[in-house]
């Protein structure tokens, strides 16, 4: 019989099996997982630079479960000791802005090999190429039913990530035996994901252009969620930080059926009173200055003269001639554009899984399942993510060290 089992070698998997040896080198540890090359979402995150975390990781960066269990679980691992523990692994870390942190190399294959080296080094045993179909509880242990031939163990992780990105190997199918194991699945959707837009829209034609801006996600008539962060125009409709954000409301009120739509402020903070009396005053003083050129001042050229389109204002109109009723048309574009976002890209282009396990059904402390003994269930198959910047995989880290603080706790 093995001694621990843990199904999948992704972030949370490798690490919870690192500190479990680190905790307690005489428990054998095995991971199991379906790829013959484990890691590859470790490989593409980041623009494949690995954001490993950031400088600042509270409970309020994460949706989700009850925030009271989430800030509990990060105090397994804080960011210090996650900086510290990738510094010990080889692997120095630098800031860039927004707190992101990056290995200095940035490359994700270093972060990969450093994790994949550091199990080797701990006494870890990596079974690649080999997919688990089925665990069953078994007297004081479990069988566990694999591509290569049934195995035993007394404790059984589950890491096997989401459903996004599932080109990597994430495609829910250990949510499904946590399922069967008889955890209750909070319904999942995509998070951290580009937003489509109603084609007839005007955003292929500035696909590319990337600025600041403020993205409301307003629910049954209520402002749910305010963001503010960079923004891309693609093809498609709008990516970048802000969108891929924005993205986890608007997936979850249109999984509940609730009246959900998207307006975007592209002068944040401002409001529309200080737009509007912004444009007065340029009237005042630049009475000859085209719309266009002063909106160019402040936005790219090529979405100055996009919204002036769709505002429906002729771009060759001097400020002392645009009328009230055309420049406060233009400050409702400019501060609470409708966006017709008609979907995500799916999980084929997400960053994250939102829902997943309910986080009531495991204890805090431990990572161990409240509903079935020996078992225990770690990062993105949880009903925890992270706003973009490094705090879903903060999430991997600190859930994989209190599941390896859990089975030190049960061996001793």
Request: a positive charge; glycine letters at 10%.
């Amino acid at each position: 019989m093995n001694d621990v089992v843990v199904v999948g070698a992704g972030a949370a998997g490798l690490a919870t099996a690192i500190f479990a040896r680190r905790l307690n080198p005489r428990r054998p540890v095995t991971v199991l997982d379906g790829a013959a090359k484990p890691g590859a979402k470790i490989l593409v995150s980041g623009g494949s630079r690995c954001n490993v975390t950031n400088t600042v990781v509270t409970e309020r960066d994460y949706w989700g479960g009850k925030r009271t269990i989430v800030r509990r679980v990060l105090r397994a691992l804080p960011v210090a000791a996650t900086v510290d523990f990738f510094r010990e692994l080889g692997v120095p870390l630098k800031e860039e802005p927004n707190g992101k942190l990056f290995p200095t190399t940035d490359r994700s294959r270093d972060v990969l090999d450093a994790l994949l080296r550091a199990a080797h080094e701990t006494g870890v045993v990596l079974a690649s190429s080999t997919r688990v179909h089925e665990i069953t509880p078994v007297g004081a242990g479990f069988s566990i039913q694999t591509s290569r031939g049934p195995r035993t163990a007394s404790q059984v992780v589950l890491a096997t990530g989401g459903l996004s990105l599932p080109k990597t190997g994430s495609d829910g199918g250990g949510l499904s035996m946590a399922q069967r194991l008889g955890h209750t699945l909070v319904p999942t959707t995509p998070a951290l994901a580009p937003l489509v837009v109603d084609g007839r829209w005007f955003h292929a034609g500035i696909s590319g252009v990337a600025h600041d801006a403020e993205l409301t996600a307003w629910v049954e008539g209520r402002a749910a969620e305010r963001i503010r962060g960079a923004m891309l125009w693609t093809h498609f409709g709008i990516s970048g930080p802000v969108a891929l954000n924005v993205s986890r409301v608007l997936l979850r009120a249109q999984l509940e059926h609730r009246d959900v739509r998207i307006t975007a402020n592209l002068f944040p903070p401002a409001t529309f009173e200080a737009v509007d009396a912004r444009w007065t005053a340029a009237a005042a003083s630049r009475p000859r200055v085209t719309v266009l050129n002063a909106l160019a001042e402040e936005l790219p050229a090529s979405l100055a003269a996009a919204l002036l389109a769709h505002a429906g204002i002729d771009p060759g109109t001097m400020l002392t001639a645009l009328s009230r009723e055309a420049r406060r048309q233009l400050s409702h574009v400019l501060t609470a554009l409708p966006v017709p976002v008609t979907g995500s890209r799916g999980y084929n282009y997400a960053e994250a899984t939102a829902g997943g396990v309910t986080l009531d059904e495991v204890d805090s402390g431990t990572m161990s399942s409240r509903k079935v003994p020996g078992l225990f269930l770690v990062g993105e198959m949880l009903d925890v993510d992270g706003r973009i910047g490094g705090f879903n995989f903060q999430w991997a880290w600190s859930s994989a060290r209190a599941a390896a603080e859990g089975l030190a706790r049960s061996s001793s």
